[in-house]
């Protein structure tokens, strides 16, 4: 059935958080079974070596931005494109507000020689076989913090790249870490800017491990995910896929376990 997809498809993306570059590693197989036109990641070890993985897998990195500092490695967000399918046209990189925790590990961050703001990371592309333009935002939003800096760091990246005033195709997708609570909030700004969701019917996208399989969590993030995973549950819906001016054909989580996020992969035609 996935093949008949890919065959009739115009444009497909897939995202995934590859915790701390973790599952990097695993990705040309993932792009070869499932084949999407781009790829979106975050947390992904920025080094120009590791950048060039998946150029031996026929695929090219369109651009980067570096986010955050963390086991002596600079991590960020990178958005990488079939060029058989797809022409890059440009690309742009949008910091965004930080919350007060980060503000705080800011100054730590400067005084130990590291300073990486969050950003969103624009692309736009081409589409080779119908010309339609089609723009493509990555990001990866703030780990701690309330539900209320996100959406303040999503408005601003709406905001000041006029993303609702383009007249081009657009998804916005990525880790936003948004929490449950607050969800109708969430989805009363997309609606404003006129984004259906793709993932609507993904119910989870990340499963806290409690057996240490994934033990790469700071001090913080392992607290709230035993708060959550006792009080709620293990897994949570923070990965999205928004879109605007393409029509949605299917969204599926890839159930895989190289990293605590799941790959997530969606089909659009123009």
Request: include cysteine.
């Amino acid at each position: 059935m996935l093949v008949l997809y890919n065959i009739g498809m115009k444009f497909s993306l897939l995202t995934y958080n590859v915790l701390y570059n973790q599952a990097f590693q695993q990705l040309p197989k993932l792009i070869k079974n499932h084949k999407p036109d781009v790829v979106c990641l975050q947390e992904i070890d920025t080094k120009t070596q590791n950048l060039m993985l998946l150029e031996n897998h026929g695929y090219r990195l369109a651009d980067y931005s570096n986010s955050f500092f963390k086991f002596g490695t600079i991590y960020g967000i990178a958005t990488f494109y079939n060029n058989k399918t797809l022409s890059l046209t440009n690309s742009n990189a949008l910091i965004l507000p930080r919350s007060i925790y980060e503000l705080f590990l800011t100054v730590l961050r400067f005084l130990r020689g590291g300073n990486k703001p969050r950003t969103l990371l624009q692309t736009d592309f081409i589409m080779k076989n119908n010309k339609k333009k089609i723009s493509v935002y990555n990001t990866h939003l703030t780990t701690i913090c309330a539900n209320g800096v996100r959406i303040k760091q999503i408005k601003e990246a709406l905001d000041l790249n006029r993303i609702n005033h383009q007249k081009n195709a657009a998804i916005i997708t990525g880790d936003f870490n948004y929490f449950p609570y607050g969800r109708k909030q969430l989805e009363e700004i997309m609606e404003k800017y006129q984004f259906a969701e793709a993932t609507k019917k993904i119910a989870y996208t990340i499963q806290f491990s409690s057996d240490g399989q994934f033990n790469t969590y700071h001090f913080i993030q392992k607290l709230v995910a035993k708060v959550f995973s006792k009080l709620f549950t293990d897994k949570l819906k923070i990965d999205y896929i928004y879109y605007k001016k393409l029509k949605h054909i299917e969204t599926k989580r890839v159930d895989i376990r190289f990293s605590d996020h799941y790959p997530i992969i969606a089909y659009f035609s123009g």
